[in-house]
């Protein structure tokens, strides 16, 4: 059986969750957030705590233990974890071994700053993941781009 996803209340209404799971065994969560499918996960969210299910089992994958989750692109996606974002592979395990005050995917790439320097998060020929900042960000943010 395919996981099903249907809006069960209004996406406005954050008093209640608006969106039902219905996993492989037959399972229902309700969620307030579910996100697109990208490299077989979905971010989810109830209330203030955020997670990921398998796209194809409906099955949480982790502990709903970041307060903002990303879509997943090329590999890896933002999360937030405390108050830094750091960017983790399909795994949930950190690529890179810093927090950044933001961080968000940006047209298929994953962007983040720190200490007002923005970059993107570039692979090495060998595998190993790098901060490939260019620019200062210009004013200041309250959160995600």
């Not at 492989?24 to 996960?41: A, C, M, P």
């Not at 970041?66 to 108050?83: E, L, P, Q, R």
């Not at 490939?132 to 943010?141: D, E, F, H, L, P």
Request: charged share 25%; proline share 2%; glycine share 10%.
């Amino acid at each position: 059986m395919a996981i099903k996803i249907e809006k069960i209340g209004r996406y406005d209404d954050f008093t209640k969750p608006s969106i039902q799971v219905t996993d492989e065994t037959g399972k229902k969560t309700s969620y307030d957030y579910v996100g697109i499918e990208s490299n077989g996960l979905r971010p989810i969210r109830i209330k203030n705590d955020c997670g990921y299910i398998d796209a194809k089992t409906g099955k949480e994958v982790c502990n709903r233990i970041y307060s903002w989750t990303d879509n997943f692109c090329n590999g890896i996606a933002a999360v937030k974890f405390g108050k830094e974002f750091w960017i983790v592979n399909t795994n949930l395990n950190p690529v890179i071994q810093e927090g950044f005050h933001d961080a968000a995917e940006v047209m298929g790439r994953v962007m983040v700053r720190k200490d007002n320097k923005l970059g993107f998060i570039e692979i090495k020929d060998d595998g190993n993941y790098f901060v490939n900042y260019y620019g200062k960000a210009v004013g200041t943010y309250n959160s995600t781009f």
